[in-house]
């Protein structure tokens, strides 16, 4: 994974950096998210994107993309996607950057690859948000994706 040392307060630390992506699919008048409950940390048990560590020689988009790639078992094909915007989050040790994409087609996935990872991943309705154990960033990205993207 992708880092840089950096120091802070005389310590040496490694900033982790990553990305992820935030599938949306409307359908209609209802708006889903893909969201996987995660079986390994950080947070495990809660929901979150499909997403992971940044290699080195890549950009955080490869990395997301990437990572969607290994953890679903199929890549996002840019006819599919309707919408596209980045959001960044960064922390003092934590770079992080995620792609909302909104697509209208259903996304095919394949368990042997998420179950490493997830134990399920599955389309959840955005109205029915709050009824999920959810990762500190999905809600701060689907409340962006409400309001537009």
Known sequence: MDGQLTNN???TVKTYKGAG??????????SFVLL?????????????????????????TQAALREFEEE???SLDSSLI?????MDFNFPFFKWKTLLIETTQDIALDKSCYSK???EVKWVNIKD?????????????????????
């Not at 992506?21 to 209802?30: G, I, M, Q």
């Not at 940390?41 to 499909?50: A, V």
């Not at 309707?82 to 980045?86: A, D, L, N, S, W």
């Open 36 to 60: 996987g409950r995660r079986r390994i940390k950080p947070c495990i048990d809660c929901w979150s994107f499909l997403g992971g560590g940044k290699h080195k020689n890549e950009t955080f």
């Open 21 to 30: 992506v935030a599938l949306f699919k409307k359908n209609d008048n209802e």
């Open 72 to 74: 679903s078992g199929t």
């Open 129 to 149: 948000i709050k009824k999920y154990k959810l990762h500190i960033f999905v809600k701060t990205v689907v409340n962006k994706y409400s309001r537009g993207i």
């Open 82 to 86: 309707t919408k596209q915007k980045e």
């Open 9 to 11: 307060n005389s310590k």
């Open 117 to 119: 990872e997830f134990f």
